[in-house]
């Protein structure tokens, strides 16, 4: 199964438009269609911009949805050194994709990655999808 690591914008613009890219990658992983892995770390980070009094999500859903990415992720514990970022809150990301083995960190961001790191992609959802239309067609997947 494909190993994701998805940035905090993915979860966020899921959110905040239903019918985007980011909520389609978002709905794969949660369907168990994508191994996504985080760390303590990256479930924080969601959960606290998720909780941004300028985005306006109301706490329950906001709830909901934290549970529903814990109950589909695989939890890991980095204990990787990973390179600066432009973006030191990123560098969790990276080790989080490095120690995963994952095939694709996805985000809406890639200015501040690398084009791959180790055995990951960084990549943008549009990006992704096209990658997955093209397996699900290669390998016959529903």
């Given at each position: 199964m494909?190993?994701v690591?998805l940035?905090?914008?993915?979860?966020?613009?899921a959110?905040?438009?239903?019918l985007g890219l980011p909520?389609w990658?978002?709905?794969l992983a949660?369907?168990?269609?994508?191994?996504?892995?985080?760390?303590?770390?990256?479930?924080?980070e969601?959960?606290e911009?998720?909780?941004?009094?300028?985005?306006r999500?109301?706490?329950?859903?906001?709830?909901r949805l934290?549970?529903?990415i814990?109950k589909a992720?695989?939890?890991?514990?980095?204990m990787?050194?990973?390179?600066a970022?432009p973006?030191?809150?990123?560098?969790?990301?990276l080790?989080c994709?490095?120690?995963?083995?994952?095939h694709?960190?996805i985000?809406?961001?890639?200015r501040?990655?690398p084009?791959?790191?180790?055995?990951?992609?960084i990549v943008?959802?549009r990006?992704f999808?096209?990658i997955w239309?093209?397996l699900?067609?290669?390998?016959?997947?529903p």
């Amino acid at each position: 199964m494909i190993r994701v690591v998805l940035d905090t914008n993915i979860i966020v613009s899921a959110y905040v438009s239903e019918l985007g890219l980011p909520a389609w990658v978002l709905r794969l992983a949660l369907a168990g269609r994508l191994s996504l892995y985080v760390s303590e770390a990256i479930l924080l980070e969601y959960q606290e911009v998720l909780q941004r009094e300028h985005l306006r999500i109301n706490r329950s859903r906001q709830r909901r949805l934290m549970a529903l990415i814990r109950k589909a992720s695989t939890l890991i514990n980095p204990m990787i050194k990973t390179p600066a970022s432009p973006d030191p809150d990123d560098v969790m990301f990276l080790a989080c994709a490095e120690a995963a083995k994952a095939h694709y960190l996805i985000t809406g961001n890639i200015r501040h990655f690398p084009s791959r790191w180790k055995y990951t992609k960084i990549v943008t959802p549009r990006a992704f999808i096209d990658i997955w239309k093209d397996l699900r067609s290669e390998y016959d997947l529903p």
